[in-house]
């Protein structure tokens, strides 16, 4: 069978145009931010506060402050938070060896080294173990501070966001707390550091202004409080928490 000249044309046209068309549908199908994924692994921050349910994640994990000072707290407080201990009881244990309430027994640098060191004469500015927490504390007020710059932000129920800023203010005046005991004045921080600062430095305050911002931020942290929770809510702060909190206990 004779295929004409015409008829080679033809059909060699229509398949130019088939690829043509199927690339074009390709091309146009392609995302041309392919590549730019999203981690599976990671939130950012714009994420977060679009989210009133992130949000409450954000707020939760901020507990962290609390993990290991449960003793005494009324409803619970700090239940709910992933700590290995009593702080207050295990502090008041620690500091008994600086003393002659106790003598430490365990091995060097065994279970409680807190106590070997203060028992052996080793403890110092440089050497504080779980006792020094500046840098815990101050990270943590670093988070809580990042809270208060990006609340304008969240959506969602106002009363549900109302108490978030409530418990955050309160865990940002339980930080200060133990900074404050721990070190008299200290350095008040309320913004977060960017890579644009150019200042770091920061004068220590007094202890007078450190305990007027400390109850300022548990005033504000009343305010908003309930007085006691349910359910898996049970373990946050309430306003019972912050009335015992401006004891400075």
Not at 160 to 186: C, P, Q, W
Not at 226 to 238: H, M, Q, W
Request: aromatic share 12%; hydrophobic share 40%; charged share 20%.
């Amino acid at each position: 069978m004779l295929v004409s000249k015409k008829s080679k044309k033809v059909k060699i046209m229509k398949r130019i145009y088939l690829v043509l068309i199927a690339a074009t549908l390709f091309l146009t199908s392609c995302n041309k931010n392919i590549l730019d994924l999203k981690p599976y692994d990671q939130l950012s921050d714009a994420a977060i506060w679009a989210d009133i349910n992130l949000v409450q994640g954000y707020v939760t994990e901020n507990y962290n402050s609390v993990s290991m000072t449960t003793m005494g707290m009324p409803n619970g407080f700090g239940s709910n938070n992933g700590g290995w201990g009593n702080y207050d009881a295990v502090y008041g244990y620690w500091t008994g060896g600086a003393v002659d309430e106790i003598f430490e027994l365990h091995d060097k640098d065994g279970w409680c080294i807190q106590a070997d060191l203060i028992v052996r004469g080793e403890l110092s500015p440089s050497r504080l173990s779980s006792l020094g927490r500046w840098a815990t504390n101050y990270g943590l007020i670093r988070a809580i501070n990042n809270y208060f710059e990006h609340v304008s932000a969240i959506t969602g129920d106002p009363a549900t966001i109302s108490r978030f800023t409530a418990e955050m203010y309160f865990l940002r005046a339980f930080n200060y707390v133990h900074l404050v005991k721990n070190y008299g004045g200290v350095p008040i921080i309320t913004k977060v550091y960017s890579t644009s600062d150019t200042k770091f430095e920061e004068a220590r305050n007094t202890f007078d202004e450190c305990s007027k911002f400390i109850l300022e931020d548990l005033d504000k942290a009343i305010a908003g409080l309930p007085l006691t929770y349910s359910g898996a809510d049970i373990g946050r702060a309430t306003k019972g928490a912050a009335l015992r909190r401006k004891s400075f206990e």
